[in-house]
């Protein structure tokens, strides 16, 4: 029998990294509606949380390729991560369903001779540069009607400069919305029509965006009033 997204998120919540539920339970959906023929990639995996959603999310006979420098600090890794990653995959059962490359997204989409990918979750370095080249380096690789989450979006100033920049008013990717910090896109044609709604949508959470550079501008002021002026009500944290 099939997992759940409830025996996946058991297993994920123990993993460190930043995640909501409800985020992991879409990228657990997401992961499930790839075809076959097609595979799934996430691009930054540090200690595997949303690797292992993904990977149980998946129909069997399809795969996950992780793209991580892991050992890098530039991006947050060191000499534990990588073996961190690939225990976490085994206790969760799932590193026979996953990939591994080992270096930046930019050197593995270069590299990619793999089947067309159903699903590509974003979640790299968050600068505008390295978030460009995750987007023009994958979405040559993309198949018509994959997914493109994208993490830190209307959150990151560079995610989101990046998504401006390639997807608001593109003829092919269409924004379908959002789960707090995590955008989600589809690859598909566009008439004028879907192509405003598209740009609309995106355009919807730029105040949330503008909320999100506030609050954290004021913590590192320590302007703490300001803060929880700015903060939700529901205290949620900044993911």
Not at 12 to 35: I, M, S, T, Y
Not at 58 to 63: K, T
Not at 98 to 127: I, M, N, R, T, Y
């Amino acid at each position: 029998m099939p997992p759940t997204f409830e025996d996946a998120w058991n297993i994920a919540n123990e993993v460190d990294g930043w995640l909501l539920e409800r985020q992991g339970r879409a990228l657990f959906e997401a992961a499930g509606r790839v075809p076959s023929g097609s595979v799934a990639v996430e691009i930054g995996s540090h200690r595997g949380k949303s690797a292992v959603l993904i990977a149980m999310g998946l129909s069997d006979g399809n795969r996950l390729t992780a793209v991580d420098p892991f050992d890098d600090p530039r991006w947050g890794g060191g000499p534990e991560s990588l073996t961190l990653f690939q225990e976490n995959l085994a206790k969760a059962g799932v590193n026979g369903k996953v990939d591994l490359f080992k270096g930046l997204s930019e050197e593995a989409s270069s590299q990619w001779a793999g089947l067309p990918v159903g699903f590509l979750w974003v979640d790299g370095a968050h600068d505008l540069e390295s978030t460009l080249k995750d987007f023009d380096g994958w979405m040559p690789h993309l198949s018509r009607g994959a997914e493109l989450y994208v993490h830190d979006a209307f959150s990151a100033v560079g995610t989101t400069r990046a998504i401006l920049r390639r997807f608001f008013f593109s003829p092919n990717v269409r924004y379908i919305g959002s789960e707090r910090t995590l955008a989600m896109f589809t690859v598909e044609p566009l008439n004028l029509l879907q192509r405003i709604i598209s740009a609309l949508g995106i355009a919807s959470r730029l105040p949330f965006f503008a909320r999100m550079v506030a609050i954290k501008l004021a913590r590192r002021r320590g302007l703490h009033g300001l803060e929880r002026r700015f903060m939700r009500e529901d205290n949620e944290p900044l993911i």
